[in-house]
């Protein structure tokens, strides 16, 4: 080979499947230009997208497909899912080939009482794109979630919750300033969100992360609880999810400051004391 000669590495096109949402994925959208990347975002006509996986039975009701979007402004402690952080680490995809992706699956999901459910990263830093394919769900007749920090709710009007069947709510504290520490972020367009979301009637579901050590006081969860509750029967259920630690890998693969590394998983018992605090004022739990 002469000197001139350039070696081409084999242009692979990563999987818009993956097996599961923590496969690490960095870098796939850095090719596109600033410019694209903001006409993508002000039409929705190309998004971003960690991946679509397949069989989730716990992002909704039924089996689902979940579209892991990528870009996040929050920076939750225990964020199992870093790379989604950064739009650009995402797959450029136009909405017809997202659209598409997901006609695949319509009669099985369909079958199997599911639906598309989208999450990430926060979905809405792409709230057009992220209307479209819930919209585009809709039109095939397939149920649709949304999973959101709920932060940004205000990008979304009346009209365009109709394409969401159900709001997968994450209520991830109470207190602010301990709120603020655990996400960088206020809570309170997040509960605002919810009391608009209670008002159209929208059916949520609320989730809540349990650390134990990070978010398990007390009266953070009585008041999460009270708040709740008060929300009225569109809150069909709470999910109260257990902390792991199998996110902490992307953490150090992103040379990432993860301050959780001697945090446990919380036991049965202490997910069972904490659903009870839920239960007792006539929330459903899981
Ligand atoms: S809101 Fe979700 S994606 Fe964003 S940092 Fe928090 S846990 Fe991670």
Excluded at 30 to 41: F, K
Excluded at 96 to 115: P, V
Excluded at 221 to 235: D, E, N, P, T
Aim: glycine fraction near 8%; charged fraction near 25%; include cysteine.
């Amino acid at each position: 080979m002469s000197s001139t000669e350039t070696v081409k590495k084999p242009h692979v096109e990563p999987s818009l499947i993956a097996q599961s949402p923590f496969e690490l994925r960095v870098d796939l959208g850095r090719d596109v230009s600033e410019t694209d990347v903001r006409t993508g975002l002000a039409t929705g006509d190309v998004g971003f997208l960690h991946s679509y996986t397949t069989g989730s039975t716990v992002d909704g009701p039924g089996v689902r497909v979940v579209a892991w979007t990528t870009c996040c402004h929050w920076r939750c402690q225990y964020c199992h899912n870093p790379d989604t952080w950064t739009l650009s680490n995402g797959i450029p995809v136009t909405i017809t080939r997202a659209t598409e992706e997901l006609q695949k699956y319509r009669n099985g999901l369909k079958i199997m009482g599911g639906g598309l459910t989208l999450s990430g990263g926060e979905p809405l830093m792409q709230d057009r794109f992220a209307v479209k394919l819930l919209a585009g769900a809709h039109a095939m007749g397939i149920h649709t979630a949304l999973d959101t920090n709920g932060s940004l709710g205000a990008r979304l009007s009346d009209e365009e919750l109709k394409h969401i069947d159900l709001v997968l709510l994450d209520i991830k504290g109470w207190d602010p300033d301990r709120h603020r520490k655990l996400t960088g972020n206020d809570i309170a367009p997040v509960l605002e969100f919810a009391r608009r979301l209670a008002k159209l009637n929208k059916a949520m579901w609320v989730r809540f992360v349990l650390v134990p050590g990070l978010t398990d006081n007390a009266d953070d969860i009585a008041q999460i609880a009270k708040f709740a509750a008060s929300l009225g029967s569109v809150v069909e259920r709470v999910q109260v999810l257990p902390f792991h630690q199998m996110g902490r890998y992307k953490w150090k693969s992103l040379k990432l400051d993860y301050k959780l590394n001697d945090f446990q998983p919380p036991s049965i018992e202490t997910v069972r004391n904490v659903c009870a605090q839920f239960s007792a004022l006539g929330l459903r739990t899981e």
